[in-house]
């Protein structure tokens, strides 16, 4: 990994130190509209259980999440994890939150848990983005919804499927959706969404 994609990562990659503390505060500024975003396309209902994998901060489930009977994020870091816990503090202490330390590689939770499955700029910076998006399939019951932000938008298609300078996977629309439909969802299709662009895709599991 290069020096710059090694400094990077410590900001947003998995977040680490009093570098990582800035990135956990940089990137809910600079995605304050990403999470609109993500919310809408995520249509939530009140007997909704969701899942948000690489949940950093929760601001996705603190702010966006309100109305879903049942809220779950996991993260690698030690320090988005800590103030995710405040975040969600009154539906920690209610029950009906849960935050858990682990890998995207293998969640810790039984196949078909949640109805919704969600991801914000996660998956860029995973080794392998295709085990990530299946475990996040077998974890979603038949007929749920996958909603994830993958990457930031991509303006060079050549670059597709490469991890660039920073250390992140790069995929155009076309191969986002074929990523997540080897993953084994169905009904995908891709879009840009939010500022700064990126690159989302949704999908459901099969019925
Ligand atoms: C750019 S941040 C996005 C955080 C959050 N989704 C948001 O939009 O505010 C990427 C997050 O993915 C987490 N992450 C990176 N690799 C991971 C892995 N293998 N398993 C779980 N989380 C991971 C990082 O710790 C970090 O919090």
């Not at 202490?93 to 991801?119: H, I, M, N, Q």
């Not at 298609?157 to 490469?162: R, V």
Request: aromatic share 8%; proline share 4%; with cysteine.
């Amino acid at each position: 990994m290069t020096r710059r994609a090694q400094f990077y990562w410590r900001f947003f990659g998995k977040p680490v130190g009093r570098t990582g503390r800035i990135g956990s505060r940089l990137m809910v500024r600079i995605n304050r509209r990403n999470y609109a975003a993500m919310a809408a396309a995520l249509d939530l209902r009140p007997d909704d259980e969701v899942l948000d994998v690489g949940c950093g901060s929760a601001v996705l489930l603190a702010s966006h999440a309100g109305e879903a009977r049942y809220v779950a994020g996991l993260d690698a870091s030690d320090l988005q994890l800590e103030v995710a816990r405040r975040r969600l503090a009154d539906r920690l202490a209610a029950g009906t939150a849960e935050l858990v330390k682990g890998d995207v590689a293998a969640l810790p939770w039984p196949d078909g848990r949640f109805s919704v499955v969600t991801s914000m700029f996660c998956l860029k910076f995973v080794p392998d983005p295709l085990k990530a998006l299946e475990e996040m399939h077998r974890v979603l019951r038949p007929g749920g919804r996958a909603v994830v932000a993958a990457c930031d938008a991509l303006h060079d298609e050549k670059a597709s499927g490469s991890v660039d300078a920073w250390g992140q996977w790069r995929w155009s629309a076309a191969d986002a959706r074929l990523l997540m439909e080897k993953a084994g969802f169905t009904d995908v299709t891709a879009s840009v969404l939010g500022s700064p662009a990126s690159q989302a895709v949704r999908g459901v599991r099969e019925i």
